[in-house]
């Protein structure tokens, strides 16, 4: 991870174009390749971003980050205030705590409910970015990543997109598709993952865990 504090001006172009004036910024550039671009506020939101796989060239002051759809991030370092290099090593990966991580537990017992024919190969399939939640053969062969959330938002569908890139790369898995699971997934959400190629799949918690315990049941609800 290398971290620099710097006065710069951000320009991008790509599906649309986009500048940020003269000012002091934080730049993450990660070691998968992502590259952000953060003000002294707005929580974790960057103003400007470029994900994975990229390539990165820096000279005489200027970065310019190319995506793999041709899309440019420039940064013009003008002061560098700080410039931290660190190696941080392999991350764990996140320890998911209550409905979440029960879910995926349900969802792994029982991955039918995402789709017909649907079987578990593997869960928490190790990436170089980090675990897929369920890797499952769906009933024509295909290799399905599933990302398994509480409630479903485009950074759930963004992180989906980055480990489908990674998982397509890997001839023994191709064909691989998205799965994004959860309880309520936002329109927006909904939207996005369509336009990617993801299948958005709303699940009943309450439900699946009346499967798990036995509880019969006269009429579905």
């Not at 970065?63 to 991350?91: C, F, P, R, Y």
């Not at 537990?105 to 029982?110: F, I, S």
């Not at 369920?134 to 479903?152: N, P, Q, S, Y």
């Amino acid at each position: 991870m290398r971290l620099v504090i710097a006065r710069c001006t951000v320009d991008y172009q790509g599906r649309l174009t986009a500048h940020l004036p003269s000012a002091v910024r934080l730049v993450m550039i990660k070691a998968d390749g992502c590259v952000a671009v953060h003000a002294d506020g707005g929580a974790y939101k960057p103003l400007n971003w470029m994900n994975a796989p990229n390539t990165f060239h820096e000279a005489d002051g200027v970065w310019t980050v190319t995506g793999s759809k041709g899309e440019t991030l420039q940064i013009a370092l003008e002061e560098v205030v700080d410039d931290l290099d660190v190696d941080m090593g392999q991350d764990p990966g996140l320890y998911k705590d209550g409905v979440e991580a029960h879910l995926q537990q349900l969802l792994a017992g029982d991955p039918a409910a995402l789709g017909q024919g649907m079987r578990l190969m593997r869960a928490e399939h190790p990436t170089d970015i980090g675990p897929v939640d369920l890797l499952c053969r769906a009933e024509d062969g295909a290799t399905v990543a599933v990302e398994i959330k509480r409630r479903g938002e485009i950074p759930g569908v963004e992180q989906l997109g980055r480990y489908l890139e990674r998982l397509e790369r890997d001839p023994l898995l191709v064909p691989v598709r998205g799965v994004f699971a959860a309880q309520e997934i936002k329109p927006q959400a909904k939207v996005l993952a369509r336009e990617r190629g993801i299948e958005p799949v709303e699940v009943d918690y309450d439900a699946l865990a009346g499967r798990e315990t036995g509880e019969l049941r006269l009429f579905d609800p």
